[in-house]
């Protein structure tokens, strides 16, 4: 088994660095869909003990990363199109809601804050570096929405939805669907800067719509 390490795991909290680590290797497919999932065998990858590998193994297993089958082993989730469509369709009522809330509660600081990221993403788009930086921005506008909606429980939801679609926005992270994403953007923050909770729902919903649609194309492009 060979998993990318970006740097040595912190003993300060090894279980943290050892989900982290887990987590970035099934993102980017360095742990394939199907694979065995082994914790001694992780652990002497990591070099680490298994107590921080079982920990982080079965936090996996809660964010649905990891799935137990019916014969008890542990193996890397694969996602179906019938995943996929309930995990978006989730991601739609999460967000439209949170985006609706948020219009009545966000500050003005934070709403500055975007808007000058929107606007720097939008002049730079020759950029070499646009997409990483379009990628990190469509991050912080879903977690600052998701923050101001001023329910913990709805923002830990998302979290956990856009953490499974993590993998998916990497894959369809194309420079012609950011463009159109930085675009929904605009149109949401400018919802949100008006305080029209209603329309701001509206284009959240949209918004994971159109997404849902990119990710279909990629992934089932047969039937999409």
């Given at each position: 088994m060979i998993l990318r390490i970006k740097s040595p795991l912190s003993r300060k909290s090894l279980s943290d660095s050892v989900y982290d680590t887990l987590l970035e290797n099934i993102l980017s497919g360095g742990l394939a869909a199907g694979t065995d999932v082994n914790e001694v065998a992780l652990a002497d990858a990591l070099r680490v003990s298994r107590t921080p590998v079982h920990e982080a193994v079965g936090r996996l297993v809660k964010d649905g990363l990891i799935v137990q089958e019916p014969s008890r082993r542990l193996v890397i989730a694969r996602f179906s199109r019938e995943d996929v469509v309930e995990i978006y369709e989730m991601r739609?009522?999460?967000?439209?809601?949170?985006?609706?809330?948020?219009a009545r509660r966000i500050g003005e600081a934070p709403l500055?804050?975007?808007?000058?990221?929107?606007?720097?993403?939008?002049?730079?788009?020759d950029a070499s570096d646009w997409t990483p930086r379009a990628l990190d921005f469509d991050l912080r506008f879903h977690d600052a929405i998701a923050a101001a909606s001023g329910n913990r429980r709805?923002?830990?939801?998302?979290?956990?939805?856009?953490?499974?679609?993590?993998?998916?926005?990497?894959?369809?992270?194309?420079?012609?669907?950011?463009?159109?994403?930085?675009?929904?953007?605009?149109?949401?923050?400018?919802?949100?800067?008006?305080r029209d909770s209603a329309e701001a729902a509206r284009l959240a919903a949209l918004h994971v719509d159109q997404r849902y649609k990119a990710v279909l194309n990629e992934l089932f492009p047969e039937d999409a």
């Open positions: 739609r009522l999460l967000e439209s809601d949170a985006a609706r809330r948020a500055r804050e975007l808007r000058g990221e929107a606007d720097a993403l939008d002049r730079a788009r709805l923002q830990g939801d998302i979290a956990r939805y856009r953490l499974l679609v993590r993998a998916f926005c990497r894959m369809t992270g194309t420079r012609e669907n950011l463009i159109e994403a930085l675009s929904e953007h605009r149109a949401i923050l400018a919802a949100l800067e008006a």
